[in-house]
């Protein structure tokens, strides 16, 4: 059974800077699709970084040029550099297993790592 857990979380000042991990456990091979979402109290869950099986990456606008997707297969480690924060980007973090013609049953997600961003 697939396990994701995320890790890195925590609290930063606006303009600082995070790494958020997500292991993955559970894989018989390399991960595949991947992606970080988020979720912002009152807000709904968002997709905020996106690397496909063959490393290619997307990003939502609001996070281009600052987040950095990245995934090691021989680790099964999924990474989000996170670079000058904003206070809108506090939020709950998430990593998500699967590619985006996945049936939403298909996917795994895991318990989140919360992202606190303060002036």
């Known amino acids: 059974q697939v396990h994701l857990a995320e890790s890195g979380g925590g609290s930063v000042q606006a303009g600082g800077t995070l790494r958020l991990s997500c292991q993955a456990s559970?894989?018989?091979?390399?991960?595949?699709?991947m992606a970080w979402f988020r979720q912002a109290s009152g807000k709904e869950r968002e997709e905020v970084a996106y690397?496909?099986?063959?490393?290619?990456?997307t990003y939502a606008d609001s996070v281009k040029g600052r987040f950095t997707i990245s995934k090691v297969n021989l680790k099964n480690t999924l990474y989000l550099q996170m670079t000058s924060l904003k206070l809108e980007d506090t939020a709950m973090y998430y990593c998500?297993?699967?590619?985006?013609?996945?049936?939403?049953?298909?996917?795994?997600w895991g318990q989140g790592t919360q992202v606190t961003v303060s002036s």
């Open positions: 559970g894989y018989a091979g390399n991960i595949n699709c």
């Open positions: 998500r297993a699967g590619c985006r013609n996945w049936a939403p049953r298909s996917y795994v």
């Open positions: 690397i496909d099986i063959n490393g290619v990456t």
